[in-house]
């Protein structure tokens, strides 16, 4: 069984890397034969600084599917067609919007200094943040603050584009037409059904929907009804993601036997 994770909010908080304990516990699915997969929102580039070195090597979707990396190398980026992308950049205009828009390595950030996604923003300088206008293809947008956020998204989804929006951080994740995790799984070769899933949030959904299982960890009402369980947000939830591992780790697939 492959198992794939959400990084942010699933199984690392806070902007902190994921800890020790719970790559022990990655690493002891990989024991019992398993295959251990990250997708996030996050580009490759920003998944790196989260995960130990000794998981670098491990297959990857970044931009919510529109990269992926196998071994620690890109081999394939999905970007904006050239006429979506123009009006994209004239909405980013009409409302002033601020973004961290991303290119397969590089990015091009005009948000305010305080904002968070800082706090997650190539820590370790792996990258430049350059001028839009320098980026030589785009594959993310992360829309960060408008004079009109909700005329933004009215028009963004009259697009051919997908849009998330994050309503707790107050901001509109965007990708090209027809990216998702699921389409990022796919390219790695996963079939629908042949995979575990884990995730926090609305860009979870499609990943979700193609599972075999899916844990939703924390609340959230979009993502909810495609999950199989969930798992609350608590003191103890590393805790609790290792024992439901261990479980699901130990599970008969063919007889789709798992531990409630």
Do not use: R
């Given at each position: 069984m492959k198992f794939v994770f959400d990084l942010d909010g699933t199984i690392c908080f806070k902007g902190q890397p994921v800890s020790e304990k719970l790559l022990i516990a990655l690493e002891k699915l990989v024991k019992k034969g398993h295959e251990v997969i990250f997708a996030s929102a996050r580009p490759v580039r920003d998944l790196l600084p989260v995960l130990h070195d000794r998981f670098h090597q491990y297959p990857m979707i970044g931009g919510n599917g529109s990269m992926v990396a196998v071994k620690g190398k890109i081999i394939s980026?999905?970007?904006?067609?050239e006429e979506t992308l123009v009006n994209i950049i004239q909405l980013l205009r009409t409302y002033k919007v601020s973004y961290l828009i991303d290119s397969d390595w590089d990015y091009a950030y005009t948000g305010p200094l305080t904002h968070p996604i800082l706090n997650n923003l190539d820590p370790q300088r792996r990258a430049k943040n350059v001028r839009l206008d320098e980026l030589q293809s785009i594959v993310k947008i992360l829309m960060l603050t408008s004079n009109n956020m909700k005329e933004v998204e009215e028009q963004l989804r009259k697009m051919n584009v997908v849009v998330h929006s994050h309503e707790s951080e107050g901001v509109l994740d965007i990708s090209p037409k027809g990216?998702?995790?699921?389409?990022?799984?796919?390219?790695?070769?996963?079939?629908?059904?042949?995979?575990?899933?884990?995730?926090?949030?609305?860009?979870?959904i499609a990943m979700f929907q193609h599972a075999f299982y899916s844990v939703m960890i924390g609340e959230s009402l979009q993502l909810s009804p495609f999950s199989s369980e969930q798992l609350f947000l608590s003191e103890n939830i590393e805790n609790l993601i290792v024992q439901r591992l261990s479980e699901l780790g130990d599970m008969d697939p063919i007889n789709k036997l798992v531990s409630s």
């Open positions: 980026t999905v970007n904006f067609d990216i998702d995790k699921w389409s990022g799984l796919q390219q790695l070769g996963v079939k629908e059904g042949e995979y575990i899933a884990f995730g926090n949030d609305a860009n979870d």
